[in-house]
């Protein structure tokens, strides 16, 4: 049920559960699918092997990006492995973006595809550093055979239902005798060793569109059938912290950022080569006294701080992108707080000229939306609980997610409803980040054992796209992108002296 409210001072939100992995505590479960749609529907997915990964003494964070536009991106052509297009001005243009976003970060090494494209995206970022670019060949873009090289409308003509294959299920997707997306995962899983047994504890990583799919993919469990789910936008930046465990073993791994992208993640594209007509933009509430970084992340129902309302006004400038009419919130005060400085931008956004006519925007208050009221009642001693790092929801105790899983499943149910049965063709939701990493977990149909493989910072925005409409697979665009916070950002390295922690 929602309440509706007035903004202060203005004037006059279902996923079909297809994916179905698993998580071990201590090994990372990859999944692969089976050789037809039929089959996987009748049996569900097939174990293809547990992988461990190697050993790690510190916290090492690897930083993903994706080589920028290349000659056969501006024209269409499908590229896969080969390697005759190059970078377009455009391109290159948005390597230096990447690169000034990195400029102040730290970076041990750097790997690279030997591809043209990526090889001279990296050369770009990494700038004047002093330490070689290591190549790797695992690294190169996923092998497309037959398809390399052919406009899209080509391949459509040439190759048919095996085309459409390729767009609609590429996991099963066949070609010259090989399943391309199944190979990627395997390459994916042989890069993870190398990179994680180089003695360094911050890496960048730069690749290509779909391998860099399996890399986040591969990292936090999840099989081929997620292809095309975790968007990689040219120079997008994707961010995986791997944490080593006291007892031993695979660390525990994170993806702190998904495709932080040099342009806005609000502006118009195609997500997974398809455009999309209905989107839920997630927004994190601002700062409070008591969920900075330094204190436990529930400080309880506290307006925003100054910090906080910065960021949320920098997210509503991010917002202006976009005609928004209503905003779903946690009648938190934060979240509200949040809101209304949303609503107060988009409303004013619309008067300037002498003849405007204010606009409306409406605040909806969902009350399932609310977490703070869940650790308040909980049993859980959090007097003493760490700080807000990246998968800090693992030390949360198994009825207190199970909890906040159940709650956020049905809000999840009710925004795919709203964004269904309104109009409108975005809901803006805002609440705290616990729960909008839950709420991502069930769009990409996971169970609560993922909820620590997620990171959200506070004044971050996270889209998910449905080129299929509300009622089919959720595209995840962006999550926790805080570029637009500006000078108030979250950096994406940080120091890697012996010892501290990410």
């Known amino acids: 049920?929602?309440?509706?409210?007035?903004?202060?001072?203005?004037?006059?939100?279902?996923?079909?559960?297809?994916?179905?992995?698993?998580?071990?505590?201590?090994?990372?479960?990859?999944?692969?699918?089976?050789?037809?749609?039929?089959?996987?529907?009748?049996?569900?997915?097939?174990?293809d092997s547990s992988v461990s990964f190697p050993l790690i003494r510190a916290a090492k964070r690897v930083v993903l990006v994706r080589h920028g536009q290349s000659t056969w991106n501006a024209e269409g052509r499908i590229q896969g492995s080969s390697n005759f297009s190059v970078l377009t001005k455009k391109g290159e243009s948005q390597a230096e973006t990447s690169r000034q976003m990195l400029i102040d970060d730290h970076f041990d090494a750097c790997f690279a595809s030997p591809l043209a494209r990526s090889k001279r995206t990296a050369e770009i970022i990494w700038g004047p550093r002093h330490e070689p670019i290591i190549p790797d060949y695992d690294l190169r873009?996923?092998?497309?055979?037959?398809?390399?090289?052919?406009?899209?409308?080509?391949?459509k003509e040439r190759f048919g239902s095996a085309f459409r294959q390729w767009q609609v299920d590429a996991a099963n997707f066949i070609i010259d005798g090989h399943y391309p997306v199944r190979e990627l995962w395997e390459r994916a899983r042989s890069c993870w060793t190398r990179?994680?047994?180089?003695?360094?504890?911050?890496?960048?990583?730069?690749?290509?569109?779909?391998?860099?799919?399996?890399l986040v993919g591969t990292a936090i469990g999840l099989g081929p059938?997620?292809?095309?789910?975790?968007?990689?936008?040219?120079?997008?930046?994707?961010?995986l912290d791997f944490i080593p465990r006291s007892e031993g073993g695979s660390p525990h791994i994170c993806l702190n950022r998904l495709n932080q992208t040099p342009g806005s993640p609000i502006a118009g594209g195609k997500s997974g080569g398809r455009e999309s007509s209905k989107r839920i933009i997630l927004i994190c509430n601002g700062s409070t006294q008591g969920n900075t970084e330094d204190v436990f992340p529930f400080g309880g129902d506290q307006p925003l701080n100054m910090l906080g309302v910065i960021q949320s006004q920098k997210s509503?400038?991010?917002?202006?992108?976009?005609?928004?009419?209503?905003?779903?919130?946690?009648?938190?005060k934060a979240c509200v707080g949040t809101a209304t400085i949303i609503s107060q931008v988009q409303e004013a956004a619309d008067c300037l000229g002498?003849?405007?006519?204010?606009?409306?925007?409406?605040?909806?208050?969902?009350?399932?939306?609310?977490?703070?009221?869940?650790?308040?009642?909980?049993?859980?001693?959090?007097?003493?609980?760490?700080?807000?790092?990246?998968?800090?929801?693992?030390?949360?105790?198994d009825g207190l997610r199970t909890t906040l899983w159940d709650q956020s499943g049905k809000t999840w149910q009710s925004l795919l409803d709203e964004i269904d049965e309104s109009n409108t063709e975005v809901v803006v939701a805002v609440g705290h980040p616990a729960k909008h990493i839950a709420l991502m977990g069930h769009c990409l149909n996971l169970t609560?054992?993922?909820?620590?493989?997620?990171?959200?910072?506070?004044?971050?925005?996270?889209v998910v796209d449905f080129p299929d409409g509300p009622k089919g697979k959720g595209v995840i665009r962006c999550i926790n992108y805080t570029a637009h916070l500006g000078r108030w950002s979250i950096p994406i390295?940080?120091?890697?002296?012996?010892?501290?922690?990410?």
């Open 1 to 47: 049920m929602f309440l509706v409210v007035r903004a202060c001072g203005s004037s006059s939100a279902h996923i079909q559960p297809t994916l179905t992995p698993q998580r071990s505590s201590i090994n990372v479960v990859v999944r692969c699918s089976i050789s037809s749609v039929q089959e996987k529907e009748e049996k569900g997915t097939e174990l």
């Open 195 to 214: 990179i994680l047994a180089h003695d360094s504890r911050s890496v960048l990583v730069v690749a290509h569109n779909a391998v860099n799919q399996a």
């Open 493 to 502: 390295t940080r120091s890697t002296e012996d010892g501290e922690e990410f």
């Open 354 to 397: 002498a003849d405007c006519v204010p606009r409306y925007v409406e605040m909806k208050q969902m009350g399932n939306f609310d977490v703070e009221t869940l650790f308040k009642q909980s049993e859980m001693d959090i007097s003493n609980f760490p700080p807000f790092q990246p998968g800090w929801l693992n030390r949360v105790d």
């Open 448 to 462: 609560k054992e993922w909820l620590g493989s997620f990171h959200l910072d506070a004044g971050s925005v996270s």
């Open 225 to 239: 059938e997620y292809f095309r789910t975790l968007l990689q936008s040219n120079c997008g930046v994707s961010v």
């Open 141 to 155: 873009e996923i092998d497309l055979y037959s398809f390399q090289g052919l406009l899209k409308h080509e391949g």
């Open 316 to 332: 509503a400038e991010l917002l202006l992108d976009l005609k928004v009419n209503s905003i779903i919130s946690s009648p938190n």
